[in-house]
């Protein structure tokens, strides 16, 4: 089993700013800082170091996505309109998301590293992939930027995959804490496209992620929104992949599956109210990588998206790096001992009741 993985250090250097948590210091807001800055990817790539697991990846080199290719699924107004911000010293590409100088090209960076990333897959150079990759994507949308993303990472990696390598059906499964909003416009109306995301009930963005998006035209049936009540630990998450990802999975049948892998559904995120140990995330990736050898040869690709503690992503993503290699390392989840004693860490039936809802959108997925 090989693992790719792809980092760069530019993508730390992707400048959020000055701010408390998401809001711009101001006359009302003590200047510190925003909440997605560097340090909980750059912790992560410390510990995969620390551990040895570096040692076990095949390391990918990222290159820059061109502007035609971020143009099969962003407007030229969208790319041209960051481009310039971004030349002109930052800004805001719409509400929370701020970047600066230079962060044009560490995005073309991002979206170019998930290219890499699924070209290594889909050759065989490697089994599977991970990328390590900022800003993160999922909420970034056609004609404009959002929720910290700038470009759509994984929809520019599909459609160039598409376009290029002749790459068919694609499941992306995202649990992110956040709604993939972004992921979810880019694909609404293919049925090529199976776009699935778990996450807290109307968190982010606002009025967005609710059972009835289901897709349209063509692509009716192919969008799941599987949204979660607050609160929900390993138990809820991990009967949620088991009761409608992978059936979702096994009725659509992909030819790759794409993972939007956010970490803010972790038990210590200062977003998220969600409370999903390292192992309960090594587990969710265990269940998809199993039905990634079913359905079709292993073709897997993990993209790193949110998660915002900076002292547990480092865990969360070295247990789902351990479990798509197969390397185990020496390392232990701090929290390890703690986390399973939390109340309600197990399936509660209120939550099961929400599971249940979303079983009902298996109906729409069609057989190829
Ligand atoms: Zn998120």
Not at 131 to 160: K, S, Y
Not at 205 to 233: F, H, Q, T, V
Request: hydrophobic share 40%.
């Amino acid at each position: 089993m090989t693992t790719g993985f792809v980092f760069h250090e530019l993508y730390l250097w992707h400048n959020t700013g000055n701010a408390a948590m998401v809001f711009p210091s101001s006359l009302s807001v003590q200047p510190g800082e925003h909440v997605e800055n560097p340090e909980t990817k750059r912790r992560l790539k410390n510990l995969l170091d620390v551990s040895g697991m570096t040692d076990h990846l095949v390391s990918l080199k990222p290159r820059y996505a061109t502007d035609d290719e971020l143009a099969r699924v962003h407007t030229r107004a969208h790319i041209e309109k960051i481009h310039a911000m971004s030349d002109a010293g930052g800004g805001d590409a719409s509400v929370f998301t701020p970047f600066g100088q230079g962060s044009y090209e560490i995005a073309q960076l991002a979206a170019g590293g998930a290219i890499v990333a699924i070209e290594a897959v889909l050759s065989g150079k490697v089994d599977n992939a991970y990328a390590l990759t900022r800003p993160p994507g999922h909420h970034a949308l056609p004609d404009l930027g959002m929720g910290f993303c700038l470009f759509a990472n994984i929809p520019v990696a599909i459609q160039h995959a598409r376009a290029v390598h002749g790459l068919g059906r694609v499941a992306v499964v995202d649990w992110d804490v956040h709604h993939g909003n972004g992921t979810q416009a880019c694909f609404y109306e293919d049925p090529e496209t199976l776009t699935i995301s778990i996450h807290q009930d109307n968190l982010f963005p606002a009025d967005s992620g609710g059972l009835e998006e289901r897709g349209a035209a063509a692509g009716l049936g192919y969008n799941l929104n599987i949204p979660l009540p607050p609160g929900c630990g390993d138990g809820a998450y991990l009967e949620t992949i088991r009761r409608v990802v992978l059936p979702a999975l096994e009725r659509f049948r992909p030819d790759l599956i794409v993972v939007a892998c956010g970490y803010d559904a972790g038990a210590t995120d200062p977003l998220g109210r969600m409370m999903v140990s390292a192992n309960g995330f090594r587990q969710m990736m265990g269940l998809v990588k199993e039905a990634a050898k079913r359905l079709c040869d292993g073709k897997l690709l993990v993209m790193h998206e949110g998660g915002y503690s900076a002292t547990y992503v480092p865990y969360c993503g070295l247990a789902v790096i351990e479990e798509l290699s197969g390397h185990k390392t020496a390392i232990d989840d701090p929290f390890g001992e703690a986390l399973p004693h939390y109340g309600q860490m197990g399936l509660q039936p209120h939550q099961a009741a929400a599971i249940t809802r979303a079983e009902a959108l298996l109906e729409g997925i069609k057989a190829p």
